[in-house]
């Protein structure tokens, strides 16, 4: 590529006039007229008019031999970023592919790209060519990169290394991948004169110092190989194989070489017109020189996955050096050169249409090398990253730090929070995509930025959520949830059945129900741990009766009778002197083990409802009142010795109601808080207030006040709630 040179428009036009067809160059004259109108008056860093950079990107696109409309494309790249110009203005002066190509250039230049992990350089990758679903957008990219490194002298030396970096691992990579060596090594090299000054230069002196010495054996190592040809009549060119500094710097850095040890292969290329003369040549070659073993490779019959085709050999030289020879067509070398870019080069004579179907036919061609070639080992290598990228469907898309996350197209923000962590997953009650309230499902696209919102009070994942994920991971997540959280209630089920089986015994379960002792009887029935006893008991798998028996064995051959909690209850129904009547016990549907007519009331802080686990505490004066175990307004130290076991009575009416707040959130749109209200009416539930807010971010919620029967029945509500579509959550409130 003829790097210093800054070419005119006129000379760029004029390049490529020499394979378009008349039409096709007034075409590409026309985008350039109109990208320098649209960017006059802009200038570039260096001073020079703005015209000059995407004529230069053009320029290169024109050595690659593009077609006309990504000639145009070069030309046009930055009108859209850069002025009022709009991909529709582009759509209606010249035609729907320019303007896509333009479009895409575009939206890559926004993707941000910070992280030095291996692993996230090549998601980014990856997301590039998503988003860049036509390869010339990569292509335009590719040459637009080019000239920015070409003339990045006159940018601040930290923007100097931070694009350098960029380069180096993700552009320098991707032209690698399609196969374009002559962008990949002056991408490279460059970057490396400004990531690493000393190393380049000291480099660049050392290959300088040895020149003459080498050019001088080189040619006459061609000599001798001209002759034998021309005895057998073979036409060939030669060139001697330029070395790149950056592999050079790699070779030193990574296998820990010396520049010597490097730079004394030689190496001579061979260009014939005929596979034919490829294989000739190289028998001339081994009979001349004695090869050595192991080092001959054939990339002809098996070319490597980036379309590179050629043979390899190194023999002894005639100086006793090791010399290495590569042997190909013009046209692989070509390929060599060019990659890609060489197959899809516009022919003349092809109409816009055709030029269209050949790149495709490319593209299938393509596809195949790729198909059987992931058995060699560079292949390997090439598939991971361009396979997978360029046909596969994955989006990429952003956590807020910036790292990149890959997920199977189709992928919703809760495919994303279970990447993140199961817990994240579990806990979601919102999703932000690029700042805005979305869905959670929203269908993610490539380049969308995504923030989960989670909440610990979230009743966790609901059912339908296994219906829109689209990785299995997230599934899996959600299913074992609903497993674990019907063990969670089996264990606490189960709990409560062994409690009251002890309290039947007149027993208190905290004096048998010791770590000790639970694990000395989970043990005996075979059980991993008491959790799984109590499980056990929760889906009768056995009887709460023999788990009780055997914990109070100890405790009942020493006290037959125990009397402490009785008389614990006597004093507490003297101390308060309650109007006592079966009215006042009835109203809360709560009953003190062994005592009557003790003034029992629910307490409003946690509004228990039957089912829950519950606890009395004995206030001074008004009698006990009933909490949930797990209200926070009991769980302190000092109220302890004023708690007391209390249970639901069983026979506790259907009719009933007990109080209870709840919170619904959702995706705030039309009709949200109509299908809330119709859902609980529909479960037969009376609401007797609420509320509905919704924020700036379009998160709905809606509080709610419902009499409810019991835990199954304020269940039933929320699994119905649950199912109306942009409910996140549904959570009960402690007031
Ligand atoms: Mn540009």
């Known amino acids: 590529m003829s790097k ?8 760029v036009i004029e390049q490529a006039s020499k394979y378009l067809s008349e039409e096709d160059t007034a075409f590409i004259r026309r985008a350039y007229d109109f990208a320098q109108d649209s960017h006059k008056e802009q200038y570039r860093k260096s001073g020079e008019p ?63 790209y ?103 054996y080189i040619s006459e190592v061609m ?16 060139s001697g194989r330029p070395k790149h500094l950056y592999s050079i710097y790699r070779k030193m850095v990574l296998e820990n070489k010396q520049f010597n040890e490097i730079y004394d292969l030689l ?3 061979v260009l014939v017109n005929s596979i034919k003369d490829c294989y000739a040549v190289l028998g001339i070659i081994h009979t001349c020189w004695k090869p050595m073993p192991g080092r001959f490779k054939d990339y002809i019959a098996m070319p490597k996955p980036n379309l590179y085709q050629s043979l390899h050999t190194t023999v002894i030289g005639p100086k006793g050096d090791p010399l290495e020879v590569q042997i190909r067509t013009h046209e692989m070398h070509e390929i060599a050169e060019y990659g890609i870019a060489a197959h899809w080069a516009y022919k003349e004579g092809k109409n816009v249409d055709q030029s269209t179907q050949s790149f495709d036919e490319g593209l299938s061609w393509f596809r195949e090398i790729l198909e059987w070639q992931n058995e060699t080992h560079d292949a390997e290598e090439f598939m991971e990253s361009l396979k997978v990228d360029l046909f596969s469907d994955m989006v990429y898309v952003f956590t807020p730090k910036g790292d990149v996350i890959e997920l199977p197209s189709g992928s919703v923000p809760i495919d994303f929070a279970y990447r993140i962590h199961t817990e994240v997953g579990n806990q979601t009650i919102g999703a932000k995509v690029n700042g805005k ?22 009743y966790g994942p609901s059912k339908d959520w296994i219906k829109i994920t689209q990785t299995s991971q997230a599934k899996n997540k959600i299913k074992q949830f609903f497993k674990k959280q019907r063990k969670d209630e089996n264990v606490a089920k189960g709990k409560e059945l062994v409690e009251k089986e002890i309290r039947s015994l007149d027993i208190e379960p905290k004096d048998v129900l010791t770590s000790d002792n639970l694990k000395k009887v989970s043990e005996k029935f075979n059980f991993n741990n008491e959790e799984d006893m109590y499980a056990a008991v929760g889906y009768q798998g056995i009887t709460a009766a023999q788990i ?12 037959p009778k125990t009397e402490d909690l009785e008389q614990t209850l006597e004093g507490v129904q003297n101390e308060i002197k309650a109007p006592s009547g079966p009215s006042k016990k009835k109203d809360s549907g709560v009953k003190v083990k062994g005592v009557d007519n003790l003034l029992v009331r629910l307490s409003r802080c946690c509004n228990p409802v039957p089912g829950d686990e519950i606890v009395g505490y004995i206030t001074k004066g008004r009698g006990v009142s009933v909490h949930r175990a797990d209200c926070p307004n009991v769980q302190t130290e000092d109220v302890k010795h004023r708690l007391l076991p209390v249970e639901w009575e069983n026979n506790s009416e259907e009719s009933k109601q007990y109080s209870l707040d709840i919170e619904i959130s959702g995706y705030d749109r039309r009709g949200l808080l109509n299908e809330v209200l119709q859902a609980v009416n529909e479960t037969k539930t009376n609401i007797t207030a609420v509320s509905g807010k919704s924020d700036r971010n379009k998160m709905a919620t809606i509080n709610m006040t419902i009499m409810i029967h019991n835990i199954s029945h304020l269940r039933k509500i929320v699994d119905r709630i649950k199912q109306i579509p942009d409910v996140y959550t549904v959570r009960r409130m402690l007031q």
């Open 437 to 458: 309230m979305e869905p959670l499902d929203y269908k993610l696209k490539t380049g969308d930025i995504l923030e989960i919102m989670t909440s610990k009070h979230s």
């Open 223 to 238: 000599d001798e190989i001209q002759k034998q040809l021309d005895e057998v009549n073979i036409q060939a060119d030669f």
């Open 267 to 269: 190496a001579v290329r």
């Open 548 to 559: 009780a028996t055997r914990l109070t064995e100890k405790i009942r051959k020493k006290q």
């Open 114 to 216: 910070k992280s030095k992990e291996a692993q996230q350089a090549e998601n980014h990758r990856k997301m590039f060519v998503a988003m860049a679903k036509d390869i010339r957008v990569i292509l335009i990219k590719l040459a637009d990169r080019l000239h920015n490194m070409r003339t990045l002298k006159h940018l601040p030396p930290e923007k100097q290394r931070r694009i350098s970096n960029e380069t180096l691992e993700i552009f320098a990579p991707l032209a690698h991948r399609l196969g374009i060596s002559t962008i990949k090594w002056e991408l490279e090299d460059t970057a490396l004169r400004y990531l690493n000054p000393q190393q380049y230069y000291r480099i660049v002196h050392l290959m300088k110092q040895k020149r003459n010495e080498r050019e001088y």
């Open 50 to 112: 703005y015209i000059i950079h995407p004529v230069q990107v053009a320029s290169i696109l024109v050595e690659l031999e593009m077609d006309p409309v990504t000639i145009a494309g070069g030309f046009l790249h930055d009108v859209v970023e850069d002025t009022n110009v709009t991909v529709e203005d582009l759509e209606n002066t010249f035609n729907q592919e320019v303007a896509m190509l333009v479009d895409g250039v575009s939206k890559l230049g926004k993707i941000k």
């Open 4 to 11: 210093d040179k800054i070419l005119t428009a006129d000379e």
